[in-house]
Structures are given as structure tokens and as C-alpha cells.
């Protein structure tokens, strides 16, 4: 396998396409780990709430891998927002990773109702500065949010982890952080899996490259710029996941995924999560 990175707005290079961990225990999250970096996935996404970061660091610290050369991101919870609570919880996720830093911290969601997150970003900043994050950003931003963080603090988000799949492909924010220089990371990338790879024109497509429906989605997310990553605990479906850098999607493929945009998230929505 190749990897693709992107550089990021402070310069650091992150690898394209990553490995989600969401809803896989700890135990489970110790394979799924192995497996996928020794299938040559160089990035891992976790977060405080998927209670897996303990198997996830003892994955890195297991693999034939460097900790260089693997891209760590966690995530501060909602519970969490505020200065201090914020430098705590960094405390604690970089305790149960087994390690002395993390490639990207990010804000989990805004929850605007709370309206910590211009404070838990100061913490953020901190942490950035002392070398310990080597880039901060956010998740589940909206024009609104992002908007406000980027007007009262110094640091501009590297990324938005947003909802992003070809039912939901969120064309507006995808601009709208573009045009503040912030990449954008699409969650449930494969729209975690259901109704979306059984789609029509998506075997159409998976079969006249001679790949697969979900190897489809991820190539559409790499072509558009997007940084993806696609979660899953078979060390087949880990393989096949990665197996997309010998093959592209011409202007007609990429046009009729556009098609299958219906504007309707599946998980929850920003505005109201908390
Ligand atoms: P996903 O879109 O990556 O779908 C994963 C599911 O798709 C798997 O459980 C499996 O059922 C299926 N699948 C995977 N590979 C397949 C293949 N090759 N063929 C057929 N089916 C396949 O869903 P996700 O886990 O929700 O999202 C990916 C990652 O995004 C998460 O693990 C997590 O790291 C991140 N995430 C972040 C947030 C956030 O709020 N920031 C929210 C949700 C997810």
C-alpha cells in the first residue's frame, strides 16, 4: 500500500486516510489496532468516550511501528470543556494511551447550550504550544461555532471531524472550512455501513474498477480532499479498506455519488448535542 498525507495549516503532515475506532471495546480495540497498522494504516482516531484508549496505546506500544511514524488523534469529551477540566482530561487521555503526546487533540463537539468551548480551546492552545499536541482542532463545528472560535482565539483549528458521507456531504462546511484554511475529516465515512453500500450505483462503479462499494466511498472521499477514516473490527474489511491507492474514479463516478447527497445526517446534530 501507498499512503497519501495532506499538510496541514501548521504545516504537519497527516496520512489521508486513517483507522476509527468508535464503539469497539478496549480489548477489541487492542486487534483491530494491530491489525490495521500491520496493514499499513499509519493513523488512528480515538476519543475519551470510546473508552478504548488504553488498548489503542498498548497497540502503538506493541507494533513493529515507531511512534513517530504512527499519527495519534483523541478527543476531549463534552463533560470536559473548560480550562483547567480541559488540561486534566488531556492529563488523563495521554496516561491511558501510554504515551507523551498525541499528533491532534480535538474538541469532541461544541455544545454550544454549555458554551466552554472558547475556553477548553485556551487550555488547547496551551497544550499546543508546550509540544504536546503537535496540532488541535475540532469536531462537529458549524459555520457558527467554528466561525466564533476563529474570531476569539489565536490557534485556527487545523481540521473539522465532521459528518461526512455520500448521503450527507455537507458541500456548504466543507467550503466553509476550506475557506479558513481548516482541512476537513469526515466521520462515518461509510455512512457506518448500512443502507449507503448496498446502493445501485455504487456496485455499478465498485464494478467497473473492480473494487469494492465501500473502496468506492473511501476513493470518492480521498479525491474530494477529504481526510477519512473508516472504522471496522474484520481484518479483511481492515484491509480492503486501505487497498484503494491503484485506482481512481473519473468526473462521471465522482458525479453520481454527488447524486446520492439527501442533506440527512445519521448521527446527531451539533446544534443540539450535549
Ligand atoms: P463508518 O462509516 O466508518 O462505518 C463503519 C462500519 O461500516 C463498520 O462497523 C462495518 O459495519 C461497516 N464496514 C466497514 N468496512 C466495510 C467494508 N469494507 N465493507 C462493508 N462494510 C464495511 O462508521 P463510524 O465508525 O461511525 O465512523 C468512522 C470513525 O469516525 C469512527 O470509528 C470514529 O473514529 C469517527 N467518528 C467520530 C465522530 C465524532 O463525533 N467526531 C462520530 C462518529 C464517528
Known sequence: ?????????????MPQLGFGVWQVEDDQAYEAVSAALQSGYRSVDTARIYENETGVGRALRDADVAREDVFLTTKLWNSDHGHDETLKAFDASLERLGTDYVDLYLIHWPVPEQDRYVEAWRAMEKIYADGRAKAIGVSNFTARTLGRL???????????????HPYFAQGEMRAFNASNNVATEAWSPLGQGKELLGEPVLARIAEKHGKTAAQVVIRWHLQLG???IPKSVTPSRIKENIDVFDFALDATDMNDIAGLDRGGRIGADPATMN
Open 226 to 228: 477529504n481526510v477519512v
Open 1 to 13: 500500500t501507498t499512503q497519501q498525507h495532506l499538510t496541514l495549516n501548521n504545516g504537519l503532515r
Open 150 to 164: 476563529l474570531d476569539e482565539t489565536d490557534i485556527v483549528p487545523v481540521l473539522n471531524q465532521i459528518e461526512l
